[in-house]
């Protein structure tokens, strides 16, 4: 059965979907996290089905990234432009382009600057191709690597986010993908923040509008689609905080510019880190059965910390979730639940929780009292 161990903190009000309540926008579809924390500062529809459209790309570079990190490719490899990216996603295709020549070897590295600054088709084709033979193979590779790193719902039909059925993803999942670049790529998520490129003798200037608003944003991409309008995912970063945000639904770029401002400025700005429980504080209990004590401590593996609200405070409900009562003996530092913090009835942030210390099994007499006690309100759980 399940055992809830309710503890109720009286703190404010961690966000997510209640952060609805602190502000409003004109997205159809927003979602933002500390990057720090995980913690959700802000959802609307996160996990409503949207065409990725030039989003797409980031995971068409998570790939790229991955091959560089892992030692399979290096920067310096190169890569042919075929006719089908030339006329597909280059000059003649009338899409964006870094205008790659065809028949011309490029460095990956450019393909990726190509990308990340130019929302280059052509580079998206010609590392598709480059990578698995054929868009249609690449495209597979990149779900599958959606649900590695734990993207459930994100499917890939092409490169590029161009216009192709079945091809989906969610603004909660395009933020963990961002967060998921950022963390595990440091070296290589810089271009996704370069303001410029020039390739092909033809300079472009970076399609996301955050860069140029000097409010410390670094990236990441933009996309348009006719089925959901203007998206937008940024990460900005400003005395030490971090916020990343994706936002779709939009009706012009301008207000996909204007609302996109206004949220990460606003999530910077709005909440401060808190500390909840310090490193090897016990943060509950849970039930033994069995055992010489009939509870064990629970901790985390370090301090848990979320981020609340400055104004606006309100009452935060946590609850420890576990399968029990737990069956002697219990080793410590044994996985037992979950701390889960809720605002209202949306879960904003969830901890792993361990066994504090070791209980034993206790004495045949302890264990019998405990067979009675299960017996007489083991049904009521």
């Not at 609200?309 to 410590?332: C, M």
């Not at 879960?347 to 045949?364: C, D, H, K, N, R």
């Amino acid at each position: 059965m399940a055992g809830l161990l309710a503890v109720v903190l009286f703190m404010a009000a961690t966000l997510n979907e209640a952060a609805a309540q602190l502000f409003e926008t004109k997205a159809t579809q927003a979602f933002m996290i500390d990057a720090e924390t995980g913690t959700v500062l802000f959802s609307k529809d996160a996990d409503t089905n949207i065409q990725p459209a030039s989003l797409a790309k980031l995971m068409t570079l998570e790939l790229a990234f991955n091959a560089i990190k892992s030692g399979r490719l290096t920067r310096e490899d190169t890569f042919v432009v075929s006719e089908n990216a030339w006329r597909t996603g280059g000059a003649p295709s009338g899409t964006s382009t870094m205008f790659a020549a065809v028949k011309s070897a490029i460095r990956l590295e450019d393909l990726i600057r190509g990308i990340a600054v130019q929302s280059a088709n052509d580079g998206c084709i010609v590392i598709a191709e480059g990578f698995a033979g054929s868009e249609i193979n690449f495209a597979l590779q990149m779900t599958e690597r959606a649900r590695e790193i734990g993207l459930a719902k994100s499917t890939f039909v092409n490169s590029t986010g161009l216009p192709a059925e079945g091809q989906m993803t969610t603004v909660r999942e395009l933020v963990q993908l961002s967060h998921h670049l950022w963390r595990e790529y440091p070296d290589l998520y810089r271009y996704l923040g370069e303001k410029d490129f020039t390739w092909n003798k033809i300079s472009q200037r970076n399609r996301n509008p955050l860069l140029a608003m000097e409010i410390g944003a670094d990236g990441l991409a933009v996309g348009a689609s006719e089925q959901n309008g203007f998206g937008i995912v940024g990460s900005v970063s400003q005395g030490g905080k971090r916020v990343i945000a994706a936002m779709s639904g939009f009706t012009s770029d301008r207000e996909r510019a204007e609302e996109a401002r206004k949220l990460v400025e606003w999530g910077l700005r709005s909440f401060e880190k808190t500390e909840i429980f310090a490193a090897d504080e016990v943060a509950g209990e849970a039930q033994v059965y069995g055992g010489t004590k009939s509870g064990v401590a629970l901790k985390a593996k370090g301090p848990i910390d979320i981020f609340l609200p400055i104004t606006n405070r309100d009452k935060v409900t946590a609850r420890i979730i576990y399968q029990g009562p737990l069956s002697a003996p219990v080793e410590e530092g044994q996985p037992v639940g979950t701390l889960k913090v809720w605002i209202g009835d949306t879960l904003s942030q969830e901890t792993p929780l361990f066994a504090a210390e070791t209980v034993e099994v206790g004495t045949l007499q302890s264990r019998a009292l405990d067979a009675v006690e299960e017996l007489a309100i083991g049904w009521l759980r």
